[in-house]
């Protein structure tokens, strides 16, 4: 809002400087944006002004806060208004003019005056000069006469041309669907059903609270004109006002409410000046059309409730002092009850008690409010899931990923890599995301394009890039649910050298990024909890199915996400020069599971005896189906298996591939010896020859 | 106009089939989806048709667009899923995990300091509540005390996935993280465990502002709430004071200012006087926005006003990373060049 410090300085006694004003004004609740000195000893002040405000759009507004703001010491004196149809002679307005409301529910309250015989002209200097200092085009004497209303009380008010008015008249209704208007803008409108404007006899000549007709304007040739001045509903004046894109500093206004009680004033202010200015002879009257006024309401204010929330004392007397300031209506009732009536221009946002004591805390000064050294603390539980999340991330850095922060949104052709069947995706409807609508079903979709960016930047990294990033991922299932969850999405290239990738790098690219997902699980359960990865089916497109797994924390057996070879369309889609591995973990799912952290053990007494084997088994046979067969022969002594290597060449055959692997045995009473253990490895020799048809090489 | 439309869902479907790669099916997308493709010029056209035929012009271009748009999810899918059946060896993803790095990674600077934030009020007893980002306008505005009317509710001030007129709660993207302080009083409430509450939620949070150097589309704020049997705004100022000291340093100070939310009554903007690179001379910082609970919040929440008050607080967690590290632009915190996040 932008004021100027002459304009507001008619109101106030003493002046205020543009420092003082802003000291004020902030102390008040209404920061400044900027201050820009102007000639003459002038200054455009930028004021912020909350949405509840709508009064203090307005010099006389802001010039009344500074009055009751007890720290400037300013009276506030506003315009004098006397009534110039009072004595007036001459034809009634009605002999003129007639005014009807068809929708006093939206329209509360119009004023209509009549002046007969203007002279359409520039505006006098002071008025000119005062428009424009708070940006404001002068257009003719008559117009501006609007303006300052506008920026002086905060009424909104227009003008109409009476010539161009069919029957002489001005009636407040909806409009017809598909009714035409030519706006002051100079375009063509259509309205509909809902949309209020302000109509002569046959059509619409203005929207109403929002902006004039340009049929029925104020022209050169213009002599008798009738000055609107009246109040809309908030709702009904946005929603024009938003549906045909115009802000103007009517809708501004007649958005954050003006109230019908105080269109008297203004409309007899506008009248005087415009006779002053435009000269013309006024046709007595003043018409209005409307609803009751607005009762004043009454607001019961308990002292001892403002004792507790501002946490301090303050008088039943400082109370009343202040609220009498902003011009509220009070009197006492008993010890503990004032009743207090706020003024029509505040009626709108002073409603209840609270707003009262609002006012009260800021009259007093928020610095009045004693801040003390000490703060109140109940100690709880640390709390596991805030400790867990930030390990996991930790956990993840310290294994080469960098944490990203990417943008919830994707492309439709991102996106879609990632949408899993029975899912949809779900988008916003914003023209400034047009290119990127798309919630992301995935935070690998942010990932990819980080990577991209990286390799823009020629960004390397010893091990390849690793990142990860923790976010939502969004989609709707066909019934229309929307499903969030928070998931960490991790992304690795595949190390090696150059650009090509041999089938070992795959492998062990896949090895290092399950190993951080164990790593994870470790973190977030214990020791104790490990990862089990299914091969399965892939649920899009954007995993490599020769290459994917479901994950499953153990040994709950839950699945908590997923890990695999990022697909090679996908790949290419973001034109990566290497392959990748991604996973992600559903951290819900994760940190629902319990603890897996058993008793401490003491560390084994005497040494263990460890043996490698290397089963030359089919290419389909997987590592686990190995793991499983150790465990279920039940080899004496046995303690560990570990995987040592996979080799595949001549020596292995076609379709065929050697795995190494390492057992290890341990008596808790005894140094084992080799004979302890070689019938164990027999055994073992035997079983995998037997279930997975194994053979084995001489060593 | 029908006609036209069946024109192009036919062709646009027939044009899609024979897309091979990812740059053709890019241009079928301009061509058909685009600002400038063939639907939105339909769309243009549309003010042409008779008023009394509207309504099935319309749904049937919501049934193309709808179509066209599945079919080009299902194209960009199928492109990616016709790989060749695999030969020779195979990748084993039951073969054990391999930790090992050549280098440490590092985390986000952003998720830095909220940890730091997070420590801080954690200290002071206020434990951490994470909420929906994708939320309805019930939690994000009804019950944040902000009316129909209120200029906030601006379709160009929100993402809103549903439109915001539809009968239902329409779904949006969290314009603050206020939204957390409802659903931990509804919770609270429902299940019995508070008041007293004391939370603090850090969070991504979504305005369709323009990007340049300090806005951004998506940014993290951090919000707190403590509900309480007589708290005032003695505790409110006492808790924000204790912050600024415990992370600023001793010699911090904070201003409150009289402003307005929806949500809190009185309300305040704060400022903080600090230095906030250490070395700095310190100066004023408006950090964000306070203020006692709104009662009308609390009783909507099923909280009573006449028992419990509480206050509440919200900053963003950029300014404060940017002032702390000297970071010139917000857009350096979203493009996570590995030269930038590891400098921290």
Known sequence: ??????????????????????????????????????????????????????????????????????????????????????????????????????????????????????????????????????????????????????????????????????????????????????????????????????????????????????????????????????????????????????????????????????????????????LEVAGGSLAPGLLHEGGALPTQAEITLRPSRVKVMLGAEVSVAAMIAMLRSLGIDVAQRDEDALVCAPPPWRASDLTREVDLIEEIARLRGLDAVEAQDRVVVSPRAAPRQERVKREMRRVLAGLGFYEAVTFSFASREGAAPFVEHGLRTLAVDDARRAHEPVLRPSALAGLLACRRANQDGQVAQPGGVRLFERAAAFAETEAGASRERVTLALLADVPGEGRRRGHDDLQRAVRLVRGAVEALVNAALGPGASVRCLPGEVPCAAWNPDAFAWVEAMPAGVRIGRLGLIARSLQDQHGLEVPLVGAEIDEAALLNLPDVRGSIRPVPAFPSIERDLSPIVLEETRWEAIAALVDRTGLEHFEALAFVGCYRGEQAGAGRKSLTLRARFRAPDRTLRHEDVDPQMNALMEALAKELGATFRLA | MLQTLDAIHAEGLAALAGTSDHASIEAWRLAYLGGKGRLKNAMAGLRDVPKDQKPAVGARMNEVKAALEAALEARVAALGSAAKPATGPRIDVTEPGLVLTEAVGRRHILSHVRDELVDVFGRMGFEVAEGPELEDDEHNFVKLNIPPEHPAREPGDNFYVDPPESTRSARMLRSQTSTVQIRVMEDAVKRGWGPPIRIISPGRVYRPDTVDATHSFMFHQIEGLAIDRGLSMVDLKSTLLAFARAYFGPDAEIRLRPSFFPFTEPSAELDMKIALKPGDEPRWIELGGCGMVDPAVLTMCGIDPEEWTGFAWGFGIERLAMGKYGIPDIRLLYQNDLRFLGQL
């Open chain 1, 1 to 274: 809002m932008n004021i100027s410090l002459r304009w507001l300085n008619q109101y106030l006694q003493p002046h205020v400087s543009a420092a003082e004003a802003e000291a004020f004004l902030t102390e008040m609740g209404f920061p400044l944006e900027s201050v820009t000195p102007c000639a003459g000893g002038d200054a455009l002040l930028d004021v912020e002004v909350t949405s509840n405000r709508g009064d203090c759009l307005s010099h006389v507004g802001l010039a009344r806060e500074i009055g009751a703001c007890p720290r400037a010491r300013r009276r506030f004196i506003g315009p004098a208004i006397s009534d110039p149809h009072h004595g007036t002679q001459g034809d009634p307005a009605r002999h003129f003019f007639r005014l009807e409301n068809r929708a006093p529910e939206v329209c509360p309250r119009f004023t209509a005056q009549v002046v007969r015989g203007v002279k359409v002209g520039p505006s006098p200097t002071w008025l000119a000069q005062a428009l424009e200092a708070v940006g404001q085009r002068s257009i003719n004497n008559i117009v501006d006469v609007t303006n300052w209303l506008a920026f002086e009380l905060g009424n909104p008010a227009h003008v109409f041309d009476l010539r161009t008015l069919a029957g002489s008249a001005l009636v407040v209704r909806y409009a017809q669907d598909g009714e035409c208007l030519k706006t002051l803008d100079g375009k063509e409108r259509t309205l509909k059903a809902d949309e209020l404007v302000v109509a002569d006899a046959e059509r619409a000549q203005s929207l109403a609270g929002v902006i004039g007709g340009f049929d029925s304007q104020v022209t050169g040739t213009t002599g008798d004109v009738v000055l609107e001045v009246a109040c809309w509903d908030p709702v009904t004046v946005r929603r024009a006002a938003r549906r045909h894109r115009i802000r103007t500093d009517a809708s501004h206004r007649f958005e954050r409410y003006v109230d019908a009680r105080t269109l008297r004033d203004a409309a007899l202010r506008g009248v005087n000046l415009l």
